[in-house]
């Protein structure tokens, strides 16, 4: 009895499965390839370094056979596809084609512009007077219907596509790309490039044409800035010193008056005070990664601290500057630290004799030296 019942159970699962089975017809499934697309007009814009010395920014419009309207804007019937392109970065930022060739992907997450990768397009909304439209940014496809500029767009982030020197003056770009539709997009263009350079204007980290030694300060200021890289082990202070001439006000938190500062970050040990001064030692400065943050094995006691770029508001400054104020004001004549030390000696009085032999973030940099002794250092 008990073999029977397991044999109709067997034979139930049996015919289950039977039911539930998916019929996949005998000739099997064939995925539709779309036809490949051939553009024959193009406009290559080189944007250049965007401040990261990681990559450079490339814009590429290509274009189906289209008539334009007035404005130069392409009518329909046809179709365009833009690549926001990260390209080798250029030390010269010369716009020259030859950095173009190479494989692009999809870029491995909204932070990461490493060269061989293309920007994932996405929506945006416009205000135009008396109408609010959206547009499509980065990298998209866009088809245009006929008799009309208008636009229907479609975001790309996934896919691949390589750019090709043909050795005759000539490159060939080709492509598959997958956007928010999921349609594969095939692509081929072969032509000249005649790059439109537009590289936004950038204002320099520093501005010092020549070397800076024999600097000595007048007066000096300590605040504990504590755990500020916020790594919560006790494991280091931040102090912040300024080092300013005789007219410099130092009687709140940010130098004003008129004058020069030296702007430092030094890391002490834990248990320092500011009214222990600053412990002597030879304070190295770190290095700054690409993106301007600092390796957590290099946040430790006797570091110097470099400038963060591209921040040119005092109350916002990061890291070791120099630069001049007029009425409280910053002038034209300042510098980023990205190198070099500050030594501290410790007289018996508890006086401080601060030395710095520092460099600027230029690609030749200018030197900052001096030697300034004070019996006394202000605090917070």
């Known amino acids: 009895m008990k073999d029977r019942f397991i044999l109709i159970f067997l034979a139930l699962i049996a015919l289950a499965f039977s039911c539930t089975k998916p019929q996949v017809p005998d000739e099997g499934y064939v995925e539709s390839i779309p036809d490949t697309v051939r553009f024959v007009d193009s406009r290559f814009v080189y944007n250049g370094n965007l401040g990261d010395k990681v990559s450079d920014a490339w814009i590429v419009k290509l274009y189906t056979d289209m008539e334009t309207d007035d404005s130069g804007d392409p009518v329909g019937p046809g ?3 833009q690549l926001f392109l990260n390209v080798t970065y250029d030390d010269a930022q010369s716009a020259d084609p030859e950095f173009l060739p190479g494989v692009y992907r999809e870029m491995d997450n909204s932070l990461n512009y490493r060269a061989g990768t293309f920007v994932s397009g996405y929506m945006k909304y416009v205000d135009l007077p008396g109408q609010r439209i959206e547009v ?22 996934e896919g691949a596509l390589e750019i090709v020197d043909n050795g005759d003056g000539t490159f060939t770009i080709e492509g598959i790309l997958v956007g928010k539709k999921y349609t594969k997009r095939y692509f081929t263009w072969t032509g000249e490039i005649n790059p439109v350079a537009d590289v936004p204007e950038q204002t320099p980290n520093s501005t010092l044409r020549t070397d800076l030694t024999g600097l000595t300060f007048a007066k000096a200021q300590i605040q504990d800035k504590g755990d500020m890289f916020y790594l919560m082990d006790e494991s280091y202070r931040c102090m912040l010193m300024y080092l300013v001439d005789e007219e410099v006000d130092l009687s709140s938190y940010r130098p004003a008056g008129d004058g020069r500062v030296l702007r430092l970050e030094l890391l002490v040990p834990w248990e320092t005070g500011v009214e222990d001064g600053i ?8 290095t700054r990664n690409a993106d301007t943050s600092i390796d957590k094995d290099s946040i430790v006691p006797g570091v110097a601290i470099p400038g963060l770029p591209d921040v040119f508001a005092e109350w916002k400054l990061g890291g070791t500057w ?3 104020l007029r009425d409280g004001t910053w002038t034209q004549n300042y510098a980023r630290v990205a190198g070099g030390e500050v030594v501290v000696e410790r007289g018996p009085d508890g006086s401080h004799t601060i030395s710095y032999d520092l460099l600027d973030c230029q690609n030749t940099p200018r030197r900052i030296q001096g ?3 004070l019996s006394v250092l202000e605090t917070l």
């Open 79 to 81: 179709t365009m596809v």
């Open 371 to 373: 030697v300034t002794t």
């Open 279 to 286: 412990p002597a030692g030879v304070y190295e400065m770190v």
């Open 322 to 324: 120099l630069y001049e």
């Open 136 to 157: 499509a940014e980065a990298t998209f496809y866009a088809e245009l219907e006929d008799g009309s500029a208008d636009m229907e767009y479609e975001p790309i982030d």
